[in-house]
């Protein structure tokens, strides 16, 4: 089955801190994602990859970059984290076309004091 | 921007009833449409797709997709208490990106 692993599982960092979270994956998709969910907003889609080296804004990019050094591996850095970033981020990889799920990672539960 | 909605915000049902979820979207060029499942503590699954109007089944789930009236729906048949989870519609504009909406979460009582 598809295998999509994030590191850190729990972060806890300082406002003003530099924060990054890995995404990696083993299924060979081209597309990957970046989502934070937040209760009553779902999940919104914050960076996508169409491919090594390429990165895309989702709907809210402000306040994080993203990195796709290569197919397997996508990062969402915080170069300066505040409390509003608090919230649970997703990476996910899907392949193309209509038919294409996303498969998404654990998550990553992080916490700016 | 595509708006996604979904009601209601939460849902109980008693274990063996039927659970029906709904999802209305705002961009009329909409074609492909996904429900996605999430258990407590872990990532979103796909559920189940559906891009034409009208019914699909899959097992025990049923989605319903009214392009014309901007809404597609999700009904459980026979529910379980495995299936209490928080559920997403999400509509995909384009083949490379979806957009969620807020959840359902269902809680199926024995």
């Known amino acids: 089955e598809a295998a999509v692993t994030q590191s850190p599982r729990n972060k806890v960092a300082v406002t003003g801190g530099k924060v990054t979270l890995s995404c990696n994956q083993t299924?060979?998709?081209?597309?990957m994602y970046w989502y934070r969910q937040d209760t009553g907003h779902g999940l919104r889609l914050i960076h996508y990859?169409?491919?090594?080296?390429?990165?895309e804004k989702g709907d809210i990019p402000d306040g994080y970059k993203a990195s796709r050094p290569s197919q397997e591996n996508f990062s969402l850095i915080l170069e300066l984290a505040t409390p509003s970033q608090t919230s649970v981020y997703f990476c996910?990889?899907?392949?193309?076309?209509?038919?294409?799920?996303?498969?998404f990672g654990p998550g990553t539960r992080l916490t700016v004091l | 921007q595509q708006k996604v909605q979904q009601s209601p915000e939460s849902l109980i049902v008693p274990e063996g009833g039927m659970a029906s979820l709904n999802c209305t979207f705002s961009?009329?060029?909409?074609?492909y449409f996904w429900w996605y499942r999430q258990h407590s503590g872990e990532g979103p699954k796909a559920l189940m797709?559906?891009?034409?109007?009208g019914d699909k089944k899959e097992g025990r789930f049923t989605a319903h997709l009214n392009k014309a009236s901007l809404y597609v729906s999700l009904h459980i048949k026979d529910s379980q208490p495995s299936d209490s989870a928080l559920y997403f519609c999400?509509?995909?504009?384009?083949?490379?990106?979806?957009?969620f909406g807020s959840g359902t979460k269902l809680t199926v009582e024995p």
């Open positions: 990859s169409y491919g090594a080296g390429s990165t």
């Open positions: 961009d009329r060029n909409s074609q």
């Open positions: 797709s559906i891009f034409s109007n």
């Open positions: 299924n060979n998709h081209n597309n």
């Open positions: 999400a509509v995909m504009p384009n083949y490379n990106v979806l957009y």
């Open positions: 996910a990889s899907g392949g193309q076309g209509r038919h294409a799920e996303q498969f």
